[in-house]
């Protein structure tokens, strides 16, 4: 095992999974998963198959920087505070500067963050969006940060389509069915809720 580590938010989910599998193929890094719950069952997964696990939440600052000690990297995925609203929970902003804040404090080189543009910056201000400016704000705390640094603009992953049920196969080909209130900023629509299908 490399003495190299990479540290992992959101390795539980479908790109911090990746990110991990792809670190253990690859064997030049050791990823390490931070997470919440050090024995659910897909960390214990992840444990079985090579990874390292620690415990962290990424509401507590001290515990991310006992967590990410030792850590030359960090791949980082923060979850947008979706309504119903919770007080226990910090938000997305505040979960991404403690990471940034962390990694600072124990001398992290590199960070890849995965993020979005800002939605009230691409459209000029005509639409905003927690989802998207979020994120823009967090990138931009860590471009100031001083710590060399990656952001990935991936929007979405082609996994989506069958897992949330938008990809439904017809006698043709497939129809693709979108929110149109989550695609309306980007493609043109103005139909909230609405649902709009493709034929692909």
Known sequence: MSSRIVAIFGATGQQGSSVVHRLLK???FTPRV???DPNSDSASKLREQGAQVVKADTADKTSLVNALRGSEAIFAVTFSTFPPYSPEKPSEITVGKNII????EVGVKFIVF???PGLTTLTGGKYTSSLY???EEIEEYLK???IANASLHLGSFTENLWTQKNLKKTDNGFNISIPTRLASPLLGLETPWASRRWLC
């Open 114 to 116: 995965s993020s979005v």
């Open 26 to 28: 690859d064997g030049t």
């Open 133 to 135: 400016d979020d994120k």
């Open 101 to 104: 804040d962390a990694a600072k």
């Open 144 to 146: 100031a940060s001083g």
């Open 34 to 36: 931070i997470t919440r």
